[in-house]
């Protein structure tokens, strides 16, 4: 997994996609925080918004960082090669999981510039940022997660992409069917929406039931990927 890991986050590190994703990822973050602290030349400590438009940034930018994880390797025809390497499916996605964890959560670190930068004016509540920047880690982990299920369905990168954009909006959009008259159906909806359990962080709210529900998120997406992957070494 280590081996796969470095691989992969070299390959972050050495592409134009990689340095294109994080520098517009960080050029958006600017201009909410011009367009939220600046341009009204009004100081605020309030970053809910701020962390909330950054996580819709990463919405989209997650799938076209993630598409190639599993794709690449079947193009190159190093698939198959993986696979019969001493190595097992749980090795292959969680050292290719972590790598794009790692390049997505040092962009994110560098977001926290911001509010560093204005508490020289204002008093910053760093719980709330705390907890905003929790949101995105989850967040970030979540969409790398179903990335890399959607990576593992197919060997074109449009459609790996596309399906880890509809998986990831439908997760947002859950929200929207828990307004069900019904209080069972409504309750539940809400108990499996991701935007339900993200918007707690993003209102500097850290609550252990938050915490549960992205890390069996994440967990069944990566084990979907991961049973995925494993299939193939039985063809």
Do not use: C
Not at 42 to 62: E, K, R, V
């Amino acid at each position: 997994m280590i081996t796969i890991f470095k691989k992969e986050l070299k390959v972050y590190f050495s592409s134009l996609l990689g340095y294109v994703l994080m520098f517009v990822f960080l050029l958006l973050a600017g201009t909410f925080f011009w367009g939220y602290f600046l341009a009204g030349a009004q100081a605020s400590s309030d970053f809910s918004a701020f962390f909330a438009d950054i996580n819709t940034a990463l919405l989209f930018i997650i799938p076209i960082l993630t598409f190639r994880t599993l794709v690449e390797d079947k193009k190159l025809g190093t698939y198959e090669l993986l696979l019969t390497s001493p190595v097992t499916a749980w090795d292959i996605v969680l050292g290719k999981f972590l790598a794009a964890f790692a390049f997505v959560m040092l962009a994110a670190t560098l977001v926290l510039i911001f509010p560093l930068a204005i508490s020289f004016i204002t008093t910053v509540e760093w719980g709330a940022v705390l907890a905003g920047w929790l949101g995105i880690f989850f967040s970030a982990a979540f969409f790398i997660a179903i990335g890399m299920f959607a990576s593992s369905l197919t060997d074109n990168y449009v459609i790996a992409g596309l399906i880890a954009l509809m998986l990831s909006v439908l997760m947002l959009v859950l929200s929207f069917f828990g307004n069900s008259q019904n209080p069972q159906l409504s309750a539940f909806f809400q108990s499996i929406s991701y935007a339900s359990h993200y918007q707690q962080f993003a209102q500097g709210l850290i609550r252990a039931k938050d915490f549960l529900y992205f890390a069996i998120g994440i967990f069944l997406w990566l084990f979907l990927a991961k049973s995925i992957v494993e299939s193939r070494t039985w063809k």
